[in-house]
């Protein structure tokens, strides 16, 4: 599966593309947490101005299946929200890097960024979760 | 946890296996919505091995069938199928099952989760009756053709004796699969066919089912467009719109009580019948973007008047659907409804299962020579 070098992951199969200076990140979901979820119904996000904070819920996605939680990456101040992808969350399957991204954050800590998972230790947890099945 | 003999088939298939009801099983092979589709307008083929398959053949079976279920198996006739119910002595419902009336006895096809406390009731009941009792579910797998080209799917693998099959019948079949028993009945709101199979010829059903209809956009389905197929169709699923903490009336399944006899429960019903049920079930669209789930509570103004039984987003219907429980009193009062799933309130609006049936072009069956 295709986890981009460019990106940090979490655990939670979120990922984040912070920008050089570390001061913003974009955030969204990777396409293994796409492909588990499947059948996708419904996003909900925070308005922009809201402050999410590191490990903690920011959202919920939900699929014909079931109903996940999103877990923020960084923490920070919602600068842009992507209402086109509320609108259309096929844009998720097709682009879950790209065109699917779902926050542009603000970020408060640039050493927070150190903490995420390079796309190896991610590729790593995704086999271990799922090596039980 | 216990799998069915499909699992390697299954795996093979690249399906997302899931628990269900103790068994591990295929969720879904492509998506929900794929599946679910395929079966509305092509075939789909489905593992249902996981469910119960009890056999009663001896002298005493009769009596001992009476004893246990909802339909009057005395007045069943031959190559007929019917739903009937288990209760507890209290009236309530153990489980919900099909009633096959067979040559040499009957047939009870038992939800997979209640497997063992049915057992535990036909084998203690058995016992007093000195009666015998076959628990073949392991023996037996079985195996669902399900869609508008079932039919199509089984004249291709040569068992055109079952197309002489009317809506909720069976007969037995000898074939290359071994001893068939196959009714035409579904869990789908299709036609459909179901086949109890030997063990050891499952797999080569399953596969053939699927090379049959390929042409036709037949697809292995799992257990999640099985649950969407059925909510649409209206049919209930045991653990959602019923349970030990239910009894007929209220799940609004007391046609299924169609006894005479004496059977567990029977006294219950009786004095249940006296009087109408406090809670209903009924059927409800919802609005807004989110899915209704089972536990969702259902308000009058800020009061909860009720709960969800079961909820999903229609595929067909591209809308939220549910069935829901809620106090009688409201209901007969017309109080305006929403339904709360986690933090959000959606409008419910009152309609009639089923939320889908097929356009009937023919009656099921007519394929037999007059």
Known sequence: MNFPADLKYTDKDEWARVDAPGSVAWIGITAHAVEQLSDLVFLDLPEVGKDIQQGEVFGEIESVKAVADLYAPVTGEVLERNDALIEDLSILKSDPYGKGWMLKIRMEKVSEQDGLLSPAAYQKSVNDRSAGH | ?370
């Open chain 2, 1 to 370: 946890m216990a799998t069915t003999v499909l699992k390697p088939l299954h795996l093979e298939l690249k399906a997302r296996m899931v628990e269900f009801a103790g068994f591990e099983m295929p969720v879904m092979y492509s998506d929900i919505s794929t599946e679910h589709n395929a079966v509305r307008t092509a075939a789909g083929v489905f593992d249902l091995s996981h469910m119960g398959r009890v056999r009663f053949r001896c002298p005493k079976a009769l009596a001992l069938v009476q004893r246990l279920q909802t339909y009057d198996a005395e007045n069943l006739e031959l190559g007929r199928v019917r739903y009937a119910m288990l209760l507890t002595l209290e009236g309530t419902v153990l489980d919900d099952i099909l009633i096959y009336r067979e040559k040499d006895g009957f047939l009870f096809v038992i939800n997979a989760g209640n497997r063992e406390a049915d057992l535990e009731v036909i084998r203690r009941e058995a016992a007093a009756l000195g009666a015998e009792v076959v628990d073949d579910s392991d023996r037996l797998a079985m195996v669902a053709v399900q869609g508008p080209k079932a039919a199509d799917v089984i004249k291709l693998l040569g068992l055109e004796a079952v197309l002489a099959l009317k809506y909720y019948t069976c007969m037995d079949v000898e074939s290359r699969y071994g001893t068939l028993t196959v009714s035409r009945t579904g869990y789908t709101g299709e036609d459909g066919f179901e086949f109890i199979v030997p063990a050891e010829h499952a797999r080569d059903l399953f596969v053939a089912a699927m090379e049959a209809g390929k042409d036709f956009g037949v697809r292995p389905c799992g257990l999640g467009c099985r649950d969407t197929l059925r909510l649409e169709a209206g049919m209930p699923l045991y653990g959602h719109e019923m349970d030990r903490n239910v009894n007929p009336f209220e799940a609004g399944l007391d046609y299924a009580l169609r006894s005479k006899a004496k059977y567990i429960g029977s006294e219950a019903i009786s004095r249940m019948a006296a009087s109408p049920p406090v809670r209903k079930t009924v059927a409800l669209f919802v609005d807004g973007p989110i899915i209704p789930r089972q536990g969702s509570e259902i308000l009058a103004g800020d009061t909860v008047v009720g709960v969800v039984c079961s909820g999903t987003r229609s595929p067909t219907l591209g809308r939220n659907i549910a069935t829901a429980r809620i106090d009688a009193q409201v209901l007969a009062a017309g109080t305006p409804l929403k339904v709360r799933t986690r933090r959000h309130e959606g409008a419910a609006t009152l309609t009639q299962l089923p939320f889908y049936s097929r356009k009937r072009s023919k009656p099921v069956g007519a394929e037999r020579t007059p």
